[in-house]
């Protein structure tokens, strides 16, 4: 039986970004962010802003950990909103170089972020 494959959203963005060979830059809820090559878009997909939102009032006074955090707009999005700290982590060696620029970019202070890669 042959199998079919699916294929997902992320694909056909990867697809899409595939030729890109410099970063870009895109404002998600008025956090500043340059997206590089081979780092998940994360303004490619409706649902960042909704979730945003949603999480806006919670984070106030917390520690919040960004698992994933691509180019890292949960976390700086966070600390916007009155995080005491972020810990953001990728596997994806890009994501947290690109991660480290943003938060260059938003003039967050160093002590209120913990960022790493981490290999599963």
Not at 2 to 28: N, R
Not at 38 to 57: C, G, I, N
Not at 67 to 91: E, R, S, T
């Amino acid at each position: 039986m042959k199998s079919t494959y699916y294929k997902l959203p992320a694909d056909e963005i990867y697809e899409e970004l595939a030729h890109l060979e410099s970063p870009y830059t895109v404002k998600i809820e008025g956090v500043d962010l340059s997206i590089h090559p081979h780092v998940y878009p994360s303004e490619k997909f409706r649902t960042t802003s909704f979730v945003l939102k949603a999480l806006q009032k919670k984070f106030r006074d917390k520690t919040v950990c960004d698992m994933g955090c691509g180019p890292g707009i949960v976390g700086l999005y966070a600390l916007k909103n009155g995080a005491k700290k972020v810990v953001q982590a990728d596997i994806n060696p890009f994501a947290i170089q690109n991660a480290i620029e943003n938060r260059k970019i938003n003039d967050f202070p160093e002590k209120s972020y913990d960022l790493s890669e981490r290999l599963f």
